[in-house]
């Protein structure tokens, strides 16, 4: 058991920074890096899910509901009226919690 004079040690080595529940090739992310968007196509989620992106600061720039089936053709974020950096794509729901890092050049 973990005491209050415990201590952690908690190292992570995914450069990646990328969280799924879902397996590894169940979301296809590109292209990426990119200069103007991003398509995210799977065919594993399911409707209901939250769709962020989130800048390096926390702040969530853009957000959208998936329906049943729109990422399952490729669901397209333009990423073109932001500025070049690195930014995160989250998608969280009932049976998925997915983060990827792109690049915006």
Do not use: C, H, M, W
């Not at 690195?86 to 998608?91: A, D, F, G, L, P």
């Amino acid at each position: 058991d973990i005491t209050k004079a415990d201590s952690i040690l908690i190292t992570l080595s995914n450069q990646d920074l990328s969280v799924s529940t879902l397996g590894a090739n169940s979301i296809n992310l590109y292209p990426n890096p990119t200069t103007n968007g991003v398509t995210i196509q799977s065919n594993d989620v399911s409707g209901g899910a939250l769709l962020s992106v989130i800048d390096l600061n926390g702040k969530i720039l853009f957000s959208d509901e998936l329906k049943v089936g729109q990422i399952s053709q490729g669901y397209t974020i333009d990423l073109s009226r932001f500025a070049n950096g690195v930014y995160q794509i989250k998608i969280t729901g009932n049976d998925i919690n997915y983060q990827r890092q792109v690049i915006k050049q």
